[in-house]
T-cell receptor, first 112, second 110 residues
Framework: DTEVTQTPKHLVMGMTNKKSLKCEQH?????MYWYKQKAKKPPELMFV???????INESVPSRFSPECPNSSLLNLHLHALQPEDSALYLC???????????FGPGTRLTVT | KNEVEQSPQNLTAQEGEFITINCSYS?????LHWLQQHPGGGIVSLFM?????KKHGRLIATINIQEKHSSLHITASHPRDSAVYIC????????????WGAGTKLIIKP
């Protein structure tokens, strides 16, 4: 299995909802990443997990809460989001921090 | 400041043409990455290189460390190569976070 999967593909949520994004890889990678991408812009790093521990949090608002239950799975819990949080959320993994990253297809999030 | 500049911003070419996209950066890096993003989102990592040249199919990536410059070449371009190509660099001292260029939008016409 050489891919990173993300669910759901699309998500529409209201500002009072709680939802979660899921990312999974079975390549034995020890680093996993969450990115946010707005239209026509490069991805912005949100979080990095290294060996299942949060190693980087790029000053992301607390309404985004990451979780790494095991080495294959990465979640992003969403609560009380704002319309400006609408974006493509990309997950990636790499064998180790600093090595080539493999990206999932993304979740297109719309906050209404 | 770590900056990554790509050129051109947009490129339209005919099928079969040889394509070159350039990337320059301002400070020493640990690695340079070339990535491809198709409309609709998914990003594919094409190359990660720190010296010399790498080839995969019709794609070739080169890097000149002294000149802080890298090029991505596509030979015998095809409409399916139409995508945004992004250069990014990583630095050991910043936990290998990627610093992204703005991307080059490539359109190959049949």
């Amino acid at each position: 299995d050489t891919e990173v999967t993300q669910t759901p593909k699309h998500l529409v949520m209201g500002m009072t909802n709680k939802k979660s994004l899921k990312c999974e890889q079975h390549m034995g990678h020890r680093a996993m990443y969450w990115y946010k991408q707005k239209a026509k812009k490069p991805p912005e790093l949100m979080f990095v997990y290294s060996y299942e521990k949060l190693s980087i949090n790029e000053s992301v608002p607390s309404r985004f809460s990451p979780e790494c239950p095991n080495s294959s799975l990465l979640n992003l819990h969403l609560h009380a989001l704002q319309p400006e949080d609408s974006a493509l959320y990309l997950c990636a993994s790499s064998p180790y921090p600093g090595t080539q990253q493999y990206f999932g297809p993304g979740t297109r999030l719309t906050v209404t | 400041k770590n900056e990554v500049e790509q050129s051109p911003q947009n490129l339209t070419a005919q099928e079969g043409e040889f394509i070159t996209i350039n990337c320059s950066y301002s400070v020493g890096i640990s690695a340079l990455h070339w990535l491809q993003q198709h409309p609709g989102g998914g990003i594919v990592s094409l190359f990660m290189l720190s010296s010399g040249k790498k080839k995969h199919g019709r794609l070739i990536a080169t890097i000149n460390i002294q000149e802080k410059h890298s090029s991505l070449h596509i030979t015998a371009s095809h409409p399916r190569d139409s995508a945004v190509y992004i250069c990014a660099v990583s630095f050991a001292y910043s936990n290998y976070q990627l610093i992204w260029g703005a991307g080059t939008k490539l359109i190959i016409k049949p």
